[in-house]
């Protein structure tokens, strides 16, 4: 039976689309929502996908508080106002991963383990999972392959931390994030979340087996 939060789906996937953008617009005006896949990657017998060679020299490891700060302070990271946010990650566990080239942080994702913030939920992760979050890439250092190279290189500390099991979450009107996780390997599970934005605030609505996970605030 179609319940009513399946036909909210149902047209947040539509609104999603570029069939769509016209109304998005019109929608945007007072409110907005998305629907947020959840993509898993099992790390047993994961393989890295063959990839063009990488066109600039970056290294890859995880940061501390001076990264953020000295994230903060490049405009082009847009973190200025995410700071003290990002700091209190780093203080409840949260781990930054980084990409640096000639010393300045080009690419950054953040590594979650034990639970996952979820605006109005916490989602639960088991033992020996993690998930990726908050992905950026500054502007002129895009196309050049920096997050498929750094997922692979998180991949081997990962492994070497007993991590065996990655989550992510994806918006459906980001067509070449969701491609680029399926070529790391990454699985639709059948599972997603409802993001719902509005004036008054933001709230998620968790469907299929992983809502179980899902642990209001």
Known sequence: M????????????AINTRHYRGLKRHVGRIGWLEKIEL?????????????PRMRMEVDFGFGGEADVRAMARDSGLDVQRQEALY?????????LYVGKRREEVVFY???ITGRKDMI?????????????????????CRGHGLYPYGFIALIDEAKGRGLHCCLTDIALHNPPMLNTARRLGFERTDSFYLWLRHPFGQYTFPRGPLAARFIPK
């Open 87 to 95: 700091l209190e990650k780093l203080r409840r566990g949260d781990l």
């Open 39 to 51: 993509l898993s990657l099992d790390l047993h017998c994961w393989q890295p996908p063959p990839l």
């Open 109 to 111: 994702l953040w590594v």
């Open 2 to 13: 179609v319940t009513s939060m399946d036909l909210i789906a149902r047209f947040a996937e």
């Open 120 to 140: 109005n939920h916490f989602m639960l992760l088991e033992e020996g999972e993690f998930a990726v979050e908050r992905s950026f890439t500054k502007e002129e």
